[in-house]
């Protein structure tokens, strides 16, 4: 039996948010691999074997799924949203890089999941109907130093952006002192989306302008949206519109 390795990103959250493709290689699969929470969003089923793993052992995890599929095991490594932001597909090919060139000649496909960015987007509008950049605002893997050089090209720029990975209680200062940035070069009501938790049961959505965006609207399940500096808002009754026009200056 020959094995093969599908990377796949399993949506914000909602069951049906998960594309055909992922489920179908799910339904196929003998083992599923990935970060605990994720991997307990897998129906169990005889057959399938669930290998969840604490966070941060992004590597071993791979290498992990790597020996199974050379054993000719069918395996789907989970990642929320897509696996190729800020998730298991770069970890995965870091390894098979790193690995055994026999690794090279496994059947290994990444099958995209919609990106937490995306769905938070959709929820307040098309805030990101421009161009748009995406940060990890974690320093795990980068200096901050980076991350706030980035903030500031981005800012200069006038791109609209996403933001990862905010805050966490690991690292509770970083975001306000992005946010502190933000403060210094952007106008006052330059528009925030704070979307937390989208497409779950705890799903809160908030539009601020800049100047009352707190360190504390953010956790780490919040993706956080700086509009452009055009990036307009329409008031109506319930929640407000954002969008960015498709045209700028012309
Ligand atoms: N691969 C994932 C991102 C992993 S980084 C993706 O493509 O979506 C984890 C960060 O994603 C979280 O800290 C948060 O900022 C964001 N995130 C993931 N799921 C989310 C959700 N349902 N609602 C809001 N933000 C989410």
């Not at 990377?7 to 489920?23: F, K, N, R, S």
């Not at 990935?34 to 290998?51: E, F, I, M, N, T």
């Not at 055009?230 to 519109?241: F, M, Q, S, Y």
Request: hydrophobic share 45%; with cysteine; glycine share 8%.
């Amino acid at each position: 039996m020959s094995g093969w390795l599908v990377i796949a990103g399993l949506g914000p959250g909602d069951p049906e948010l998960i594309t055909p493709e992922v489920q179908h290689a799910l339904d196929a699969a003998t083992d599923v691999v990935g970060y605990g929470p994720y991997v307990a969003r897998v129906a169990k089923r005889d057959g399938l074997r669930l290998h969840p793993s604490d966070n941060r052992v992004e590597i071993d995890r791979s290498r992990h799924a790597l020996e199974m599929t050379a054993e000719g095991r069918r395996v789907v490594v989970v990642s929320s949203g897509d696996p190729g932001v800020f998730a298991m597909a770069a970890a995965v090919f870091e390894a098979v890089e790193a690995g055994p060139t026999d690794w090279r000649t496994l059947d290994i496909r990444v099958a995209p999941g919609i990106t937490a960015m995306l769905a938070a987007a959709a929820r307040v509008g098309a805030p990101l109907g421009h161009d748009f950049c995406a940060i990890n605002l974690s320093d795990n893997l980068k200096p901050w130093s980076l991350i706030e050089r980035r903030l500031r090209l981005a800012v200069e720029a006038d791109f609209a952006m996403a933001f990862y990975n905010p805050r966490s209680k690991a690292r509770p200062e970083g975001f306000g002192k992005a946010l502190a940035l933000l403060k210094e070069i952007c106008a006052t009501d330059r528009l925030i989306v704070f979307a937390q938790a989208v497409s779950t049961p705890d799903e809160d959505i908030r539009v601020v302008p800049l100047v009352q965006a707190t360190a504390e609207m953010a956790d780490m399940r919040t993706m956080v949206l700086v509009g452009a500096s055009n990036t307009r808002l329409i008031p109506r009754d319930g929640a407000p519109i954002v969008y960015t026009p498709r045209s700028v200056g012309a």
